[in-house]
């Protein structure tokens, strides 16, 4: 041992930019010789100081998941009746066809069921920190009973700090290997749980989303060996080893195959894209001109109600047509209430076709021939209460671009009766024609009388700052020309 010290246990971190399973490490166990047992050796010119009843040299390599059985292993797994699990079962026909032999420095993968004991106290400790967030550990002790885990609804409109703490689980994908020696006396035979046959020397964790390699202790990176790790049995012997990395750096070819891999790996990403995406503009239809409409339901403000969501139609009226007619209805997700605003972020688009003859005439008259949305807010809360919020109308910009729009709703207000209804049970007046929510397209008559009956008599406007705020991408397309192949209009 002259000239040599031992190395504080210290983990490092490395950043992996190569396939994990290339990685090799090699662990060499080294018994330590003890000074009188060496100045003995010195007296009678030489001789073994080294115990023979423990390990006394052992070096192996190991690769990334590489299970290397211990002596223990290959007489446990050797027996049938002892392998319960899959995997056991395939350590046991693994050690019989390639007569695997024992040995002392082994591992154990991410398959096989070892915990290490890392308790770094003699008595129980718990931090101020540990106490405040026991709620968030997932413990077994911290769980809830069976009543309040299973047979309730998974989803919580009312959630609160301490519910998001109580269910929140810390995970990260990771993989875990450990390498182990056998430590104990070669003439006692090993036993499950054991503390010198279970030597914990190296732990090697993978985390995959960040590539990043964690080993424990780190690599004794020194050339003449001078630096190594100490590790004592329960007889008092003391045993030196060391880690060293010895991944074989890739040949030529093997990167020139590794870049190819890469590159067709591009190649196949861009050739979906191109499927994905079309190389140039669609014409519309032969007498058509096209209408492609992108709209994006952003919020609802001043609303009183969880579990808020949105449904919209697209009024077309006469000689309007779409090739997508399950898209003129749709609904949001349902939007929890923050500051009275509901957040939804909600996107979609539809072409819309009308003969290319009657364009110019329609865009001279802004009447009722033109298409417009119709909206429809309601809320559901976890009493599965359902109430119409709020009803609005919309007509579809005329000019092509960018728009944004903040659009009042009204609903019915109704007696008091319906109201107390509407607080405690759910339930409100609702339109059976939701095209009735503004004036309707086919309506033919003085438009201020009709709209002052309709919503004095029937439908009485409540609380005007109901809003819904949205946003438009409008595009008008004509058909080919010959002066013009296409003429595109987007502001």
């Known amino acids: 041992m002259v000239g040599k010290k031992e190395r504080m246990r210290i983990a ?3 950043k992996v930019n190569e396939p994990i399973h290339n990685l090799k490490i090699r662990v060499r166990v080294m018994q330590e010789r003890s000074p009188l047992a060496e100045l003995l050796a010195e007296e009678s010119e030489g001789g073994e100081t080294r115990d023979s009843n423990f390990l006394e040299e052992e070096d192996c ?3 990334w998941q590489d299970k290397v059985f211990s002596l223990f292993e290959i007489d446990f797994y050797a027996d049938e009746k002892n392998c319960l699990t899959e995997r056991q079962r395939e350590y046991h026909q693994r050690i019989r066809d390639e007569q695997l032999q024992g040995a002392c420095l082994y591992s154990y993968t991410e398959n096989d069921s070892y915990y290490p004991d890392d308790d770094l106290l003699m008595m129980p400790y718990r931090s101020y920190l540990s106490v ?10 911290n769980r809830k009973s069976f009543q309040e885990r299973y047979n309730k609804n998974v989803i919580d409109d009312k959630t609160t700090d301490t519910t998001i703490q109580s269910n929140h689980y810390l995970y990260t994908e990771r993989t875990t290997m450990y390498v182990m020696a056998d430590l104990s006396r070669r003439d006692e035979s090993a036993t499950i749980g054991s503390t010198d046959s279970e030597t914990l020397l190296c732990t090697l964790t993978y985390d995959k989303t960040r590539k990043l390699l964690t080993i424990n202790p780190d690599f004794t990176i020194d050339d003449e060996h ?3 790790y100490n590790v004592t049995n329960d007889y008092g012997v003391r045993f030196n080893y060391w ?5 074989e750096e890739r040949t030529p070819l093997e990167l020139q195959e590794h870049l190819e891999d890469v590159r067709r790996e591009v190649q196949q990403q861009f050739a979906y894209k191109e499927t994905e995406l079309y190389k140039e503009l669609q014409s519309p239809p032969a007498n058509l001109s096209a209408l492609v409409i992108s709209l994006d339901i952003v919020s609802a403000h001043d ?8 449904t919209y139609f697209i009024d077309l009226p006469q000689h309007w047509s779409t090739n997508q007619k399950e898209r003129l209805v749709g609904r949001t ?3 929890r209430l923050e500051n009275k605003t509901a957040h939804f972020s909600y996107c979609t688009d539809i072409p819309l076709y009308y003969p290319s003859n009657e364009f110019q005439s329609l865009n001279n008259n ?3 021939r033109w298409p417009r949305l119709l909206f429809s807010v309601a809320s559901l809360d976890s009493w599965t209460r359902y109430r119409i919020e709020g009803y609005a109308a919309l007509p579809i910009p005329m000019t092509p671009g960018r728009h944004k729009f903040t659009i009042p709703t009204w609903r019915a207000k109704g007696s008091i009766i319906d109201t107390l209804r509407r607080f405690f049970v759910g339930g409100s007046y609702e339109l059976e024609d939701v095209t009735y929510c503004g004036i309707p397209i086919n309506h033919e008559g003085f438009i201020y009388v009709s709209v002052t009956l309709f919503l004095h008599f029937l439908y009485t406007p409540v609380n005007a700052l109901l809003t819904l705020a949205l946003r438009f991408i409008f595009i008008r397309q004509a058909e080919n020309r010959p002066k013009c192949k296409q003429i595109l209009a987007l502001v």
């Not at 405040?132 to 002790?141: D, E, F, S, V």
């Not at 880690?243 to 991944?247: L, Q």
């Not at 609303?303 to 949105?310: A, E, M, N, Q, R």
Request: charged share 15%; proline share 3%; net charge positive.
């Open 226 to 228: 001078k630096l190594h």
């Open 366 to 368: 802004t009447s009722s």
């Open 303 to 310: 609303f009183s109600y969880d579990g808020l969501f949105i």
């Open 132 to 141: 405040k967030n026991q709620t968030a550990l997932p413990a077994l002790r």
């Open 243 to 247: 880690i060293e990395h010895v991944s």
């Open 333 to 335: 997700q349902k939007s």
């Open 61 to 63: 390599i190991f690769s």
């Open 12 to 14: 490092a971190s490395y």
